[in-house]
């Protein structure tokens, strides 16, 4: 059985003055009760909590501010989540509200038990309901967009397929004659600045939300999903995808697949801190796939401690990859450059790998900090 996460943003799902589409999100609901008792296991992300909110409010614009945000949250919240109860309980099926900020993922125990417990739910036949938790996000711990946070869950729960649902039939390249066309399929390869779309601004339609959706595709195919940016509109969108039919931009996973927990450190455990390092180093990284050793620290950024993610970057200021420090910046920033007896003699206790290779990921990317 196949896990499929779908998210729904919330200009597909709410209107200009706030109110839910009501239509749109029980045509939705009956696509992932469709879905599971074809034998899938759907989860649906879903905006519009502080839509509903501001609606409710009276709010015509949107707040700027962190605690107006979070007060719509937590007025719009059980609005949307009722909304998603009544019409999946119309449908005799149960679905479950679940509420995550990107520090419940970061911590690997966190990550870990938000997987077993969406597990869980799915075994239960039940169809989970994810949001951020804008309530209590702050701006340090936020996804920044849905799309994100549905890339996270579809790699959290190795999923064959994540769909970002949205107003658009898909991603627009230009055609032949200068016009908008559809981009059927997004090479595995392509880098996701280098996807080449069509400017649409004339139609009142941007790329800001567009970027945050391809960003969340790449992130998905490096873990072997398969990711389609389809119009939410469409009717059973879902049940169409699920079937193999091609509806709307596909980005196809490449060969290389990570382990699970390499991907949560690319992708989710953010880095506190930035080490510098010789060319020798960055070759035997890169190359060789050794771990990374104090001796090959010429300079650290930032505070952190043992156990933070950092970015590691050459004597270039590129990415070279991002790994777990075995040392504190305090620490490291006494020992760059020593031998590991050298180090020894400061820290007799101390791990001789600043990195070890298997907690370190590589940037493919030519990422320039």
């Known amino acids: 059985m196949s896990v499929i996460v779908a ?16 239509e749109l999100l029980d045509a939705r609901v009956r696509d992932l009760v469709r879905l599971r008792r074809l034998g899938h296991r759907p989860i649906l992300v ?5 839509a509903c909110g501001l609606g409710r409010l009276g709010i015509r614009e949107r707040p700027t501010s962190l605690p107006e945000l979070q007060a ?10 009722q909304h998603y109860l009544t019409h999946f309980e119309a449908h005799d099926t ?42 209590t996000a702050t701006d340090e711990l936020t996804f920044g967009d849905n799309d994100v946070l549905a890339a996270q869950v579809a790699m959290l729960m190795s999923a064959t397929w994540l769909v970002l649902l949205t107003d658009r039939d898909g991603l627009y390249g230009v055609g032949p004659h200068g016009e908008p066309k559809l981009i059927t399929d997004v090479d595995p ?30 992130m998905a195919t490096s873990a072997g999903v398969t990711c389609v940016i389809a119009s939410g509109h469409r009717d059973g969108v879902l049940s169409s995808v699920a079937s193999g039919h091609h509806v709307g931009t ?4 490449g060969n290389r697949k990570e382990s699970a927990y390499k991907l949560w450190l690319r992708h989710t455990k953010p880095a506190q801190g930035v080490i510098h390092i010789d060319a020798g180093a960055a070759r035997a990284l890169r190359i060789q796939g050794t771990s990374l050793l104090p001796v090959g620290v010429r300079a650290v950024d930032g505070t952190f401690v043992a156990g ?16 777990v420090t075995s040392y504190s910046s305090e620490e490291l920033r006494q020992v760059a450059g020593m031998q590991t007896a050298e180090v020894l003699a400061v820290f007799p206790e101390a791990i001789a790998e600043l990195i070890h290779r298997d907690q370190f990921v590589l940037v493919e990317s030519s990422q320039v900090l």
């Open 308 to 323: 933070d993610a950092v970015d590691v970057v050459d004597d270039t200021k590129r990415v070279v990859g991002k790994g």
């Open 72 to 81: 719509a949250s937590a007025v719009g919240q059980g609005i949307l989540f």
């Open 94 to 135: 149960t679905p479950a509200q679940v509420l995550l900020t990107s520090a419940d993922l970061e911590r690997r125990s966190g990550y870990l038990n938000a997987r077993n417990t969406l597990s869980r739910l799915l075994d239960l036949g039940v169809i989970p309901v994810i949001n951020e938790n804008d309530t």
């Open 250 to 253: 596909r980005f196809r996973p």
């Open 7 to 22: 998210k729904l943003g919330s200009s597909t799902l709410v209107d200009a003055d706030g109110r839910l589409r009501t």
């Open 46 to 50: 879903s905006s519009g909590a502080i």
């Open 189 to 218: 390869e392509v880098y996701p600045e280098d996807v080449p779309l069509a400017d649409m601004r004339g139609s009142g339609i941007g790329r800001g939300g567009i970027t945050s959706k391809i960003a969340a595709a790449t």
